[in-house]
């Protein structure tokens, strides 16, 4: 998602966002329960990251932000402790 200030704010982002990924129309992403909304724009955002390098840089990142516990084998092994 373009992080550019460029003096404009999209209002609809994330439903242009879940329409182009499921093929419906805006109209219709309106109409989704809200978990199918979250669901599909999570599936979207995501897709939309794996295009390119910086996108899955960034899915790398936010996937080990997400890891709460150590894995302690892999630090023993780097550390050779």
């Not at 302690?72 to 050779?80: E, G, I, M, T």
């Amino acid at each position: 998602m373009p992080d550019d200030d460029v003096g404009f704010n999209l209002k609809t982002l994330e439903e242009k966002t879940i329409s182009k990924y499921c093929g419906i129309s805006i109209f219709e992403v309106g109409e989704l329960p809200i978990t199918m909304f979250w669901f599909y724009f999570r599936e979207a955002f995501i897709y939309n990251c794996m295009q390119s390098k910086t996108g899955i840089e960034y899915l790398k990142n936010a996937s080990r932000m997400l890891v709460t516990k150590p894995e302690r084998q892999k630090l023993r092994d780097k550390y050779k402790k």
